[in-house]
């Protein structure tokens, strides 16, 4: 095993307290929130109701050098709606030391200790206004602390005296309350500490980061920038998730500037790297599950659109000119896309590397072996291995890397919380947690695994390092110390193996239901990265069953996408007729079906297929040849969809068709009729009309010649008739 240098172990950090105390004693008078040391509300802070808190810490995160002085730094917050007045703090300490994990969890969430407390120290509190916060410093000389050998020691505070409420008008109460927290005595110990980091990010529809969420991820607040925060100029081992840079990269021009920065920045952190699966799935699930080969997703290029990537030269020879000498290039260009291999690279990662939920057997480090190859190491916590904390260590011919489970959980609280005060409570408690684990293996290194979290702080991530971590930290070092015999004590999760397979079911569905589709990746692709995200490690039991059941949802849904509506009786009026059936297609792509149809009545003739194209979002009413072979009468419609390579898409259903092709007939009698009654008016209208325009002719023509022979008669120079003359 690689010896560590002092400069790398607990004596330096020991050194770095000593000559920090005085800096740290100025800081925290001026402002509690920054204050180093463990913190703890009073009593336990678990009650809601409480409303005034009390929060005590000692040391540096709870770790002082033997012999040395320290600080005590309380800090009151009144949550009230009125002033707290002035009252007493004093600070007590245990020098019977907590033995082991159990012994530390009952004084910190219990409050009980062996052992009896005495004061090392006290002050007076200053009035606080409603909503505010008051810290005091207590110094604590090497005197009152001399006869403290290494070991983790109770120590409590009290505030007493202190009233809230208006004297006026008798609405005072009084306040009494107590804080716990511990002090941690450490000898210098050379044993080298990492601690190992995820970096994930989920994205709502569970496939890849849009360009929103990235820009809102790697701005200045965001929670990826956060990591990179926390982890900057640490010695943290970083584990990350290939889907967050692919996402980045996939976008092209049209990712975000902050996240194209936030990629350049990851690649330019010198902190040691590896590779989780993409999406964080977990492996275990999948060897539990029988798999052959881990998951990976599929093509990536649903997801790139080439307008957004330079254009490069098209392969091919250039082109030489008769008349010179200098080749000229093809000038044809296409866009250069990258490959599935470049968008999830992490630059400088370690290879065959594995970090999957815990609950592994020996036969799934078998399969992990023939997933990546020989040499493969997989990264367990110890309660994986009955507790056996050492860092490198062998389970059978197989390659382990161990956290420890107790300090890991601890420090990933810490990393979560939020307050600075209350996250010191939970730092000392990682202390004193580091100190027993350095104790069962003197000088073998310790690893400590953070839990997959998105959502803490830069600030509170560095604490939780800077807690655990020695500087020089190697992983390499770790990898090459002798490892430690151990056997797994696990037993197989079930419930997600079980998972596994119903998902890649659905998946198969959904594969021949994809060949309605003219790219079937469209559809593919973003459903197996949801899949993977689904066995993401580190989920809750109850998140893990909510997800496969909401995955499951989701492709239901998918399939049930395009359909034939319900639809009413049909009535077909003629003998021959193209049927409307409308199908809908509820998908954000347009599909090809083919729907089939035949009649349960030989009464009816139908083109059995007819191919149709539906836009996406959309319905459209595929027209179906029908002859009808009777008059009249009523045929179910047997109706199914198909894609064009055979594949069912949706379950036969029946519409119901009324055939009434007798009434083409009588309704072309019935118009022929009305055209010949029409006809025959309209000829005896006319034959009438000429009648009557004869006979008021005539009379016209006899009252001319009336008039006319009335004229002669009465005219005097009128000639006699011949009549007369003779």
Same mark, same amino acid.
């Given at each position: *095993?690689?010896?560590?240098?002092?400069?790398?172990?607990?004596?330096?950090?020991?050194?770095?307290?000593?000559?920090?105390?005085?800096?740290?004693?100025?800081?925290?008078?001026?402002?509690?929130?920054?204050?180093?040391?463990?913190?703890?509300?009073?009593?336990?802070?678990?009650?809601?109701?409480?409303?005034?808190?009390?929060?005590?810490?000692?040391?540096?995160?709870?770790? *002082?050098?033997?012999?040395?002085?320290?600080?005590?730094?309380?800090?009151?917050?009144?949550?009230?709606?009125?002033?707290?007045?002035?009252?007493?703090?004093?600070?007590?300490?245990?020098?019977?030391?907590?033995?082991?994990?159990?012994?530390?969890?009952?004084?910190?969430?219990?409050?009980?200790?062996?052992?009896?407390?005495?004061?090392?120290?006290?002050?007076?509190?200053?009035?606080?206004?409603?909503?505010?916060?008051?810290?005091?410093?207590?110094?604590?000389?090497?005197?009152?602390?001399?006869?403290?050998?290494?070991?983790?020691?109770?120590?409590?505070?009290?505030?007493?005296?202190?009233?809230?409420?208006?004297?006026?008008?008798?609405?005072?109460?009084?306040?009494?309350?107590?804080?716990?927290?511990?002090?941690?005595?450490?000898?210098?110990?050379?044993?080298?500490?990492?601690?190992?980091?995820?970096?994930?990010?989920?994205?709502?529809?569970?496939?890849?980061?849009?360009?929103?969420?990235?820009?809102?991820?790697?701005?200045?607040?965001?929670?990826?920038?956060?990591?990179?925060?926390?982890?900057?100029?640490?010695?943290?081992?970083?584990?990350?998730?290939?889907?967050?840079?692919?996402?980045?990269?996939?976008?092209?021009?049209?990712?975000?500037?902050?996240?194209?920065?936030?990629?350049?920045?990851?690649?330019?952190?010198?902190?040691?790297?590896?590779?989780?699966?993409?999406?964080?799935?977990?492996?275990?699930?999948?060897?539990?599950?029988?798999?052959?080969?881990?998951?990976?997703? *599929?093509?990536?290029?649903?997801?790139?659109?080439?307008?957004?990537?330079?254009?490069?030269?098209?392969?091919?020879?250039?082109?030489?000119?008769?008349?010179?000498?200098?080749?000229?290039?093809?000038?044809?260009?296409?866009?250069?896309?990258?490959?599935?291999?470049?968008?999830?690279?992490?630059?400088?990662?370690?290879?065959?590397?594995?970090?999957?939920?815990?609950?592994?057997?020996?036969?799934?480090?078998?399969?992990?072996?023939?997933?990546?190859?020989?040499?493969?190491?997989?990264?367990?916590?110890?309660?994986?291995?009955?507790?056996?904390?050492?860092?490198?260590?062998?389970?059978?011919?197989?390659?382990?890397?161990?956290?420890?489970?107790?300090?890991?959980?601890?420090?990933?609280?810490?990393?979560?919380?939020?307050?600075?005060?209350?996250?010191?409570?939970?730092?000392?408690?990682?202390?004193?947690?580091?100190?027993?684990?350095?104790?069962?293996?003197?000088?073998?290194?310790?690893?400590?695994?953070?839990?997959?979290?998105?959502?803490?702080?830069?600030?509170?991530?560095?604490?939780?390092?800077?807690?655990?971590?020695?500087?020089?930290?190697?992983?390499?070092?770790?990898?090459?110390?002798?490892?430690?015999?151990?056997?797994?004590?696990?037993?197989?999760?079930?419930?997600?193996?079980?998972?596994?397979?119903?998902?890649?079911?659905?998946?198969?569905?959904?594969?021949?239901?994809?060949?309605?589709?003219?790219?079937?990746?469209?559809?593919?692709?973003?459903?197996?990265?949801?899949?993977?995200?689904?066995?993401?490690?580190?989920?809750?039991?109850?998140?893990?069953?909510?997800?496969?059941?909401?995955?499951?949802?989701?492709?239901?849904?998918?399939?049930?996408?395009?359909?034939?509506?319900?639809?009413?009786?049909?009535?077909?009026?003629?003998?021959?007729?193209?049927?409307?059936?409308?199908?809908?297609?509820?998908?954000?792509?347009?599909?090809?079906?083919?729907?089939?149809?035949?009649?349960?009545?030989?009464?009816?003739?139908?083109?059995?297929?007819?191919?149709?194209?539906?836009?996406?979002?959309?319905?459209?009413?595929?027209?179906?040849?029908?002859?009808?072979?009777?008059?009249?009468?009523?045929?179910?419609?047997?109706?199914?969809?198909?894609?064009?390579?055979?594949?069912?898409?949706?379950?036969?259903?029946?519409?119901?068709?009324?055939?009434?092709?007798?009434?083409?007939?009588?309704?072309?009698?019935?118009?022929?009729?009305?055209?010949?009654?029409?006809?025959?008016?309209?000829?005896?209208?006319?034959?009438?009309?000429?009648?009557?325009?004869?006979?008021?002719?005539?009379?016209?023509?006899?009252?001319?010649?009336?008039?006319?022979?009335?004229?002669?008669?009465?005219?005097?120079?009128?000639?006699?008739?011949?009549?007369?003359?003779?």
């Amino acid at each position: *095993m690689t010896a560590t240098t002092p400069e790398h172990g607990l004596r330096a950090r020991l050194r770095r307290l000593a000559s920090a105390t005085a800096v740290l004693t100025i800081a925290v008078s001026g402002c509690a929130l920054v204050t180093p040391g463990a913190a703890f509300a009073a009593d336990g802070s678990s009650d809601d109701d409480q409303q005034v808190s009390l929060h005590v810490s000692a040391g540096l995160r709870g770790l *002082m050098a033997p012999g040395s002085s320290t600080t005590a730094i309380l800090t009151v917050e009144n949550d009230t709606d009125s002033s707290l007045s002035g009252g007493q703090v004093q600070v007590e300490l245990n020098r019977t030391p907590l033995t082991d994990g159990d012994a530390v969890s009952s004084w910190l969430d219990d409050g009980e200790a062996e052992g009896d407390f005495a004061a090392i120290g006290s002050d007076q509190t200053s009035a606080i206004d409603a909503g505010k916060t008051e810290t005091t410093t207590i110094f604590v000389p090497e005197t009152s602390l001399a006869d403290l050998t290494p070991g983790i020691y109770p120590i409590r505070a009290e505030l007493s005296g202190a009233t809230t409420g208006n004297p006026s008008d008798d609405r005072v109460a009084a306040v009494d309350t107590t804080a716990t927290s511990v002090l941690v005595v450490a000898d210098a110990q050379a044993t080298q500490i990492g601690v190992l980091v995820p970096i994930t990010a989920t994205p709502e529809n569970g496939s890849l980061l849009t360009a929103d969420e990235l820009a809102e991820l790697t701005d200045g607040d965001g929670a990826l920038t956060a990591q990179l925060d926390g982890v900057a100029g640490t010695t943290a081992v970083l584990a990350i998730d290939p889907s967050i840079p692919a996402a980045i990269r996939a976008l092209g021009s049209a990712a975000p500037e902050t996240a194209r920065d936030w990629l350049v920045r990851l690649d330019g952190l010198t902190n040691t790297r590896f590779a989780l699966q993409f999406g964080d799935a977990d492996a275990t699930a999948q060897a539990q599950a029988g798999l052959t080969e881990l998951l990976q997703p *599929m093509s990536f290029a649903p997801f790139l659109d080439p307008t957004r990537f330079p254009q490069a030269p098209a392969t091919g020879a250039p082109t030489d000119s008769p008349a010179s000498t200098t080749p000229t290039p093809n000038p044809t260009t296409s866009p250069a896309l990258p490959t599935d291999e470049e968008l999830t690279a992490i630059d400088g990662a370690l290879p065959r590397i594995l970090w999957p939920e815990g609950s592994l057997t020996q036969a799934d480090l078998t399969a992990f072996t023939s997933y990546l190859g020989a040499g493969t190491t997989t990264i367990v916590p110890s309660s994986a291995v009955g507790g056996q904390s050492a860092a490198h260590a062998t389970a059978g011919d197989h390659d382990l890397l161990v956290t420890d489970a107790d300090v890991s959980k601890t420090l990933s609280d810490a990393a979560a919380e939020a307050d600075p005060v209350a996250r010191q409570r939970l730092l000392a408690e990682a202390t004193a947690r580091l100190q027993l684990a350095q104790s069962r293996a003197p000088g073998a290194p310790l690893l400590i695994g953070l839990d997959r979290d998105q959502k803490r702080t830069g600030d509170a991530l560095r604490d939780a390092i800077s807690t655990a971590e020695t500087i020089g930290f190697e992983l390499s070092s770790v990898r090459a110390a002798p490892p430690v015999a151990v056997t797994l004590e696990e037993e197989p999760d079930t419930v997600r193996a079980s998972a596994v397979g119903d998902l890649l079911a659905d998946e198969g569905s959904l594969t021949a239901f994809s060949s309605i589709l003219t790219d079937p990746q469209v559809l593919l692709s973003p459903e197996r990265i949801r899949i993977l995200r689904t066995l993401a490690v580190g989920t809750s039991a109850k998140a893990f069953d909510a997800g496969v059941e909401a995955h499951r949802e989701r492709t239901t849904d998918t399939l049930a996408a395009v359909s034939i509506p319900t639809s009413s009786t049909i009535q077909l009026l003629t003998a021959n007729a193209d049927l409307p059936i409308a199908v809908r297609n509820d998908l954000p792509w347009p599909v090809t079906v083919e729907l089939h149809a035949s009649p349960t009545d030989p009464r009816l003739d139908v083109k059995p297929v007819t191919e149709t194209i539906v836009q996406p979002n959309s319905t459209t009413r595929a027209k179906v040849p029908v002859s009808a072979r009777v008059g009249s009468g009523e045929v179910d419609l047997r109706l199914s969809l198909y894609s064009p390579t055979g594949v069912p898409i949706q379950d036969q259903q029946s519409v119901r068709v009324a055939v009434r092709a007798e009434w083409e007939t009588i309704g072309l009698v019935i118009f022929g009729g009305l055209a010949v009654v029409l006809i025959a008016l309209g000829v005896i209208r006319t034959v009438r009309r000429k009648r009557r325009e004869s006979t008021a002719e005539a009379a016209v023509e006899a009252e001319i010649d009336a008039l006319e022979e009335d004229a002669v008669k009465t005219r005097p120079d009128a000639a006699p008739s011949e009549d007369t003359h003779e």
